[in-house]
């Protein structure tokens, strides 16, 4: 276990009197430089919201299960240190064709338009499916988690 994210963890556990012994532990991205950037934007406020394939959740492909309303989860930077502390409190699956001008811009991203979101989460769902054998398509579901900021170093 990261022993960054336990401390955090005791931390907020204990100055907001949290009972709940559960937490995940994760980075977004698939780089260090990207767990930095989409940290920044949690840590700006900018950043609410986060997509996932639910195929591979449901293969078994991921190290987390599928956030559910209330989960709390430890946010790691690139060099794997704990920073923040966000709560689950939305919960959609949809196909990446629903995904819509509200949760593109809830992610915070680039310039926060539908456009952008296609522009960087096609080739990044491609690119974590082709390592696993499988293909995208514009079908296939998506587990959108919105979330909150609820504690940070």
Same mark, same amino acid.
């Given at each position: +276990?990261?022993?960054?994210?336990?401390?955090?963890?005791t931390?907020?556990? /204990?100055?907001?009197?949290?009972?709940?012994?559960?937490?995940?532990?994760?980075? !977004?991205?698939?780089?260090?430089? +990207?767990?930095? %950037?989409?940290?920044? /934007?949690?840590?700006?406020?900018?950043?609410?919201?986060?997509?996932?394939?639910?195929?591979?959740?449901?293969?078994?492909?991921?190290? %987390?299960?599928?956030?559910?309303?209330?989960?709390?989860?430890?946010?790691?930077?690139g060099?794997?240190?704990?920073?923040?502390?966000?709560?689950?409190?939305?919960?959609?699956?949809?196909?990446?064709?629903?995904?819509? %001008?509200?949760?593109?811009?809830?992610?915070?991203?680039?310039?926060?338009?539908?456009?952008?979101?296609?522009?960087?989460?096609?080739? !990044?769902?491609?690119?974590?499916?082709?390592? /696993?054998?499988?293909? !995208?398509?514009?079908?296939?579901?998506?587990?959108?988690?919105? !979330? %909150?900021l609820?504690?940070?170093?």
């Open positions: +276990m990261n022993q960054s994210a336990i401390d955090l963890w931390q907020f556990k /204990h100055q907001h009197k949290i009972t709940q012994p559960d937490y995940e532990v994760w980075a !977004f991205g698939n780089s260090p430089e +990207m767990a930095d %950037e989409l940290l920044a /934007h949690v840590l700006r406020g900018e950043k609410t919201g986060t997509s996932s394939l639910h195929l591979l959740y449901e293969l078994g492909l991921e190290d %987390e299960k599928i956030p559910e309303v209330g989960n709390y989860s430890v946010l790691l930077d060099k794997n240190q704990a920073q923040a502390i966000i709560c689950t409190r939305v919960v959609e699956i949809l196909s990446y064709s629903r995904i819509s %001008e509200v949760h593109s811009y809830l992610e915070g991203e680039g310039d926060r338009t539908l456009q952008y979101w296609r522009s960087v989460h096609h080739p !990044f769902f491609e690119q974590a499916l082709k390592a /696993h054998g499988l293909t !995208f398509s514009e079908d296939l579901l998506i587990v959108y988690e919105l !979330f %909150e609820v504690f940070q170093k």
